[in-house]
């Protein structure tokens, strides 16, 4: 068989899967339902980077999606962009979700209107049932979006690192300690407190906290329990996020998520000055944490060798291909060809489209995109002998279902 019947072979199989879709920032479906939404939303989110980079001003951005502006305006801001981006992978997944969730084969000035009525028009109480569930056999998304109040089967929540271990200022323990009906004046108190906050999230049906790659600075606990006291009595007002005390505690955290059976996801690459975000910052994590799992996203974009390696050289660390198959498809792929190399395909996780609410429709995009790499990469180890068709199948349905049920412990 020639690679494309291959590749063939395999996309229509995986595409049948119902899969778990392993990191979003989806919100309740009512913070989607009660805004009005048009075509511009395909051009939100992720591609936001793309408009900017591209030279739209954060003002005429925020204007996209202001409905208080008409549409023909808000389509013209906008209008001068579109060719600029609209071949970068980004936008792929937009022109994607327009096809399949709307039937519209192109967005542009002809189809902008009537795409908008759409969408407007399937905005409605069930959404995300429509989208993830039926479009996108998607059982459950585990989504970020700061609350564990979702109301939904859908979404499983992470938790934000942040709310417990990072401490710049006093006020914030003491609001941290009233919101779980505490007092806290040692450090050791705010450990308990993290611990109670952990058992509270779990008992909420958080399944992880979310942590981000940094080049923290070394923490031990004489220098924790200092700065916890010079904060407490007024010594010192503020200390930074990246301080010895945060880092104490953030290990403590990492201590106490497989106690909660959480998982500990960490963000790595991408933004902004990506060199803070690498994951070379975590191996040292990684190495003094064993019994704690952690969940490596975005293969560290643009280390993707290095996230490879440290998925291959740590029991305790998975690889999330989350956000990276719309970053860069070229990049993605030859980042799975080294990880079916390097790391056991026990170890990896297929997707997650990484959108918030007012995308959601995008999530289709990418995961044809996901599909459509995955199948290409198994295809090129079938044709050339490695691997049957059938051992591929098995490799992505390990990437996309068993691979995450397991790690998170999800009752599917
Ligand atoms: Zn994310």
Not at 155 to 169: D, F, Q
């Amino acid at each position: 068989m020639s690679f494309d019947e291959v590749k063939a072979g395999l996309l229509e199989e995986i595409t049948e899967f119902e899969i778990i879709d392993c990191h979003e920032h989806l919100g309740p479906e009512s913070s989607r339902t009660s805004t009005e939404v048009s075509a511009l939303n395909l051009f939100g989110h992720y591609t936001h980077l793309d408009l900017n980079t591209a030279g739209m001003s954060e003002a005429d951005y925020g204007k996209l999606h202001d409905s208080d502006y008409p549409l023909e305006y808000r389509w013209g801001l906008f209008r001068p962009y579109l060719d600029e981006v609209r071949f970068g992978s980004y936008a792929r997944a937009a022109f994607i979700a327009a096809k399949e969730l709307y039937g519209f084969d192109d967005i542009s000035d002809e189809t902008y209107q009537e795409l908008s009525a759409a969408m407007q028009e399937a905005n409605t109480p069930g959404i995300y049932e429509r989208i993830l569930r039926d479009k996108c056999k998607i059982r459950c998304s585990l989504t970020q979006c700061g609350s564990t109040d979702l109301d939904s089967e859908i979404l499983i929540p992470l938790m934000p690192t942040t709310n417990y271990c990072s401490i710049t200022a006093w006020e914030q323990v003491v609001e941290r300690a009233r919101n779980l009906g505490r007092s806290v004046s040692t450090l050791d108190e705010y450990v308990a407190l993290m611990d109670a906050g952990l058992a509270k999230w779990c008992a909420e049906g958080a399944v992880g906290v979310k942590s981000r790659c940094n080049p923290y600075p070394d923490g031990d606990r004489q220098q924790a329990v200092e700065a916890f006291e010079a904060l407490r009595t007024g010594t010192v007002a503020t200390i930074p996020e990246l301080h010895p005390l945060n880092t104490w505690l953030m290990e403590r955290l990492f201590e106490l998520a497989p106690k909660h059976d959480m998982v500990v996801a960490v963000h790595a690459g991408m933004w902004g000055n990506f060199t803070l975000l690498d994951v070379k910052h975590m191996i040292p994590f990684f190495m003094r944490h064993p019994e704690t799992t952690f969940d490596l996203y975005h293969l560290s974009f643009p280390s993707v060798h290095d996230a490879v390696i440290a998925g291959k050289n740590f029991a305790n660390v998975y690889t999330n291909l989350c956000w990276t198959h719309i970053m860069s498809p070229t990049m993605t792929r030859q980042g799975m060809r080294e990880l079916l190399d390097f790391v056991p395909v026990n170890k990896v996780f297929a997707f997650g489209a990484d959108y918030g609410s007012q995308a959601v429709d995008k999530v289709i995009g990418h995961l044809r995109m996901a599909q459509d790499n995955i199948a290409h990469v198994l295809a090129e180890r079938v044709t050339d002998g490695l691997m049957t068709s059938a051992q591929a199948v098995e490799i992505a349905h390990k990437w996309f279902w068993d691979n995450p049920v397991k790690a998170y412990g999800l009752e599917v």
